[in-house]
């Protein structure tokens, strides 16, 4: 038994924390590759962004109703897992199809463009496949009063480790070299790894069952059922919350490794070690917080990494300019005072939202909800961003790049929009806090 437990915490961290930082990468670095290999236009990232959130929530959608209905999660996890290696080393090739020669052809370097939104769509189809829905949905099958509290530390605490060490660690692949394809092979062959491992190593829960609502048309566009989501007020007020939080997260963000290296001019290492800095003291101090959420204190949390997210990116936008950074060195105390406050707004956030939501799934459909929450936390926040932040950077950003073609970064303006847009998180907080409190009320009284 004892270890069975041990292969169990080895399977949650291990597929968990691989994952994570393969998304980091994805919403990091594939953006830094574009500028840094491809072209330095925010455009292609909008699409990339934008599609490969629709796929991964087409594959959320595919693959929790499939799952739900056969009952299985295992088979989902290890070829997601390994199909997200390869293609995640497939776009890294994509940097080969560049040529001096496509650098002043516009119509071929848009065509290069296509190559590398469809290989980053691809990568998030099977990413999904084998983290979002395969291993989320195997956590909870295993969930238990036992260990619900570790494995909900486990799913808060991953994302934020995937972010600090995917942003140390990328930077110091990538290096001054920006030699991207190393990290892409790493990140690849490390997903590939853990996929395979999964496949010999993991046990369904033996209280999976197969739950077959209908015909198969039937359980999977019951997702679109709205009037019976809605009756989860909570939740649709949550998800909302959610949404609206992220699509300002995403508006800086996604953009945030090419305002750092060719705003700011920092190069690829040393913007990983100031993010890096700056987030792994924002994960230290949020951990006290782990009492009060604990104690039901979700909508208080959510409500204060709002507010200090706020002031992180306003900081960032109102005070950091090139010509008050040194790019050299570490030591930038306005710069990693802002991403601090930024790093604690996000991680606060991430983590109390993420076992908020979990805690009001419907047992009977824990995949097609995994979906849901894909919706509100990827699909609609990666496809409304770009929507706000390319015009931002386009009319603030635009300049001639050595090849005498039209380029754009992403300057303090996109930050002081970020940090205008963060505060409209509060608008759905407070009507689920008012659900939250009325549960949580009703729950004591039963006692």
Same mark, same amino acid.
């Given at each position: 038994?004892?270890?069975? &437990? ?31 290999? =491809?072209?330095?236009?925010?455009? =292609? ?11 991964? /929530?087409?594959?959320? $959608? ?28 497939? $776009?890294?090739?994509?940097?080969? *199809? ?27 189809? $099977? ?11 195997? =956590? ?38 920006? +030699? ?30 197969? &739950?077959?609502?209908? &015909? ?41 490794? +090419? ?36 104690? +039901? ?41 802002? $991403?601090? *406050? ?60 050595? +090849? ?6 992403? /300057?303090? /303006? *996109? ?33």
């Amino acid at each position: 038994m004892k270890k069975k &437990s041990v292969n169990f915490w080895i399977l949650v961290w291990g597929l968990g924390v691989a994952g994570q930082l393969c998304w980091n990468m994805e919403n990091q670095w594939f953006n830094t590759f574009v500028y840094a290999k =491809i072209a330095k236009d925010p455009t =292609i990232i909008s699409w990339m962004v934008g599609v490969s959130a629709t796929a991964t /929530t087409l594959s959320t $959608f595919l693959f929790g109703c499939v799952s739900d209905r056969i009952g299985k999660r295992k088979s989902f996890i290890a070829l997601g897992y390994i199909l997200w290696g390869v293609f995640t080393i497939v $776009f890294g090739l994509t940097q080969y *199809l560049v040529s001096g020669e496509l650098q002043n052809n516009a119509k071929l370097l848009a065509a290069v463009g296509i190559a590398v939104v469809a290989a980053d769509a691809v990568m998030s189809f $099977f990413g999904s496949m084998g983290n979002d829905i395969g291993l989320n949905a195997w =956590i909870n099958d295993h969930m238990t009063d036992q260990n619900r509290g570790q494995l909900g530390a486990a799913l808060a605490t991953q994302p934020v480790i995937g972010t600090i060490v995917g942003t140390v660690v990328g930077g110091m692949l990538v290096g001054s070299d920006s +030699n991207y394809m190393r990290l892409f092979l790493v990140m690849g062959v490390a997903v590939i790894a853990f996929g395979i491992y999964g496949f010999f190593a993991m046990e369904e829960s033996p209280a999976l069952r197969p &739950s077959r609502r209908g &015909s198969f048309g039937e359980q999977f566009f019951s997702i679109l059922n709205f009037k019976n989501y809605l009756k989860h007020t909570e939740l649709a007020w949550v998800n909302l919350s959610t949404a609206v939080y992220f699509i300002a997260f995403n508006l800086y963000f996604t953009h945030v490794g +090419n305002y750092m290296i060719y705003y700011l001019g920092f190069s690829p290492d040393m913007m990983g070690y100031i993010e890096g800095a700056a987030l792994i003291l924002a994960m230290l101090c949020t951990v006290p917080c782990t009492k009060l959420l604990n104690n +039901n204190k979700a909508p208080q949390l959510c409500i204060a990494a709002t507010l200090l997210n706020c002031v992180g990116v306003g900081m960032a936008g109102l005070f950091v300019r090139p010509e008050n950074i040194d790019p050299a060195s570490l030591w930038n105390p306005v710069l990693l005072l802002a $991403f601090f *406050l930024l790093g604690v707004g996000y991680v606060l956030f991430l983590q109390c939202v993420t076992v908020w939501s979990k805690q009001l799934y419907p047992e009977d459909s824990r995949g097609q909800f995994e979906g849901i929450r894909i919706l509100f936390f990827v699909l609609i926040p990666m496809i409304v961003a770009p929507l706000i932040s390319n015009p931002i950077i386009k009319s603030s950003g635009q300049f001639r790049d050595e +090849n005498g073609l039209t380029a754009y970064l992403p /300057t303090h /303006t *996109l930050m002081l929009a970020g940090a205008a847009l963060v505060l409209l998180t509060l608008l759905p907080l407070i009507p689920a806090k008012r659900c939250h409190d009325r549960r949580v009320g009703g729950q004591e009284s039963k006692k």
